[in-house]
């Protein structure tokens, strides 16, 4: 049996002013394309809500067992164009 290892997308809230809502996005290399539906459900609620986003995206354990990838900042609004890039770096 092949094992293929999928991550999670995992959405945080760490709002601390009513105001102004935010939340971290945990976002692996690889998703699968029911995980991409699940994701633009997700992106519609956070820009309906007006959250700021600070996006670890592309992430995989490293052959050593940490953690790498990228890290952003973002208006939910943008993360539609954001998650859409592809990692510039190598696995």
Avoid at 49 to 65: C, I, N, W
């Amino acid at each position: 049996m092949k094992y293929k290892k999928n991550g999670h997308i995992v959405f945080a809230e760490n709002t601390s002013v009513k105001k102004h809502k935010t939340g971290i996005l945990y976002y692996p290399r690889n998703i699968t394309d029911k995980q991409k539906k699940s994701l633009e459900k997700v992106r519609q609620e956070l820009e309906d809500e007006d959250y700021t986003v600070l996006v670890f995206r592309g992430l995989y354990r490293s052959e050593k067992g940490v953690l790498k990838g990228k890290q952003d900042i973002a208006e939910a609004k943008d993360l539609k164009d954001l998650t859409a890039i592809e990692p510039e770096f190598e696995y």
